[in-house]
């Protein structure tokens, strides 16, 4: 039974001032993911349950204007993709429970369940942990790299005034906006063009998830749901 600790956890020391630094979510750095980052359970099988994945949730799907990838579950642990799971925290069904030490994001629902999937968190220097709120959500979202972030890879520059949403965009078919307080915090649950980063620390703080699960969070989630990053 997967079992969360109700250890209540606030802001990471600086990590309000990080937020409005990055402004926006990052596409991996040009060094690439770095394997010592990652989470050691995103090396293994993650998974406690043997029951195949239904190759079907990760069929290509047409959304929009654009047709998203089938992803080859095979090319996963089982743990890292969606599954219903027993769940024994005492967050209320509507919860977003983000656990960077799997990496995992837990849907919660009712009767003591939740929909688990597997998440890229921050790299090392960008991870946080705190209570938030999901105030805004998004289909294909537009992404602006801040000036930080350029400077760090000047071959963003030609979207310093934003790069309008599809297949090319690092934010995915879905995003999620997390604010502290009644402010964006710049942090954001959002799809990915990069699969490949699914269950490792590659992002500048934000949630990465396959495009085909942000899809199924997104319809699930209601605005003002709060989220817990542990």
């Known amino acids: 039974m997967i079992l969360l600790s109700r250890i209540r956890t606030a802001m990471a020391p600086g990590a309000a001032c990080l937020a409005l630094a990055l402004g926006a979510c990052a596409p991996t750095e040009p060094a690439g993911l770095v394997q010592a980052e ?51 925290g005492a967050e209320a069904p509507g919860t977003i429970v983000i656990d960077t030490k799997g990496p995992f994001l837990y849907y919660v629902e009712p009767g003591g369940q939740a929909i688990r999937y597997g998440i890229a968190i921050g790299r090392e220097g960008f991870g ?12 294909w979202p537009g992404w602006t ?34 604010y502290f307080g009644g402010a964006d915090s710049g942090f954001r649950i ?35 749901a709060p989220v817990r990053v542990i």
């Open 38 to 88: 990652s989470p050691e359970a995103a090396r293994l099988s993650l998974s406690p349950e043997t029951e195949p994945v239904d190759p079907a949730l990760y069929a290509a799907r047409p959304d929009g204007a654009w047709t998203i990838p089938a992803i080859d579950v095979g090319r996963f642990p089982p743990g890292l993709l969606r599954h219903t799971v027993p769940y024994a």
């Open 145 to 178: 790299p801040p000036p930080e972030m350029i400077a760090r890879d000047p071959s963003l520059r030609p979207w310093a005034g934003g790069m309008p949403g599809g297949p090319r965009n690092p934010l995915g078919a879905r995003a999620l906006y997390i």
């Open 190 to 224: 959002h799809g990915t063009n990069q699969p490949g980063s699914i269950g490792w620390a590659a992002s500048s703080g934000c949630f990465r998830m396959l495009n085909q699960d942000v899809i199924d969070l997104y319809d699930r989630v209601r605005l003002g």
């Open 128 to 139: 946080w942990t705190g209570e938030g709120r999901i105030a805004r959500t998004a289909r």
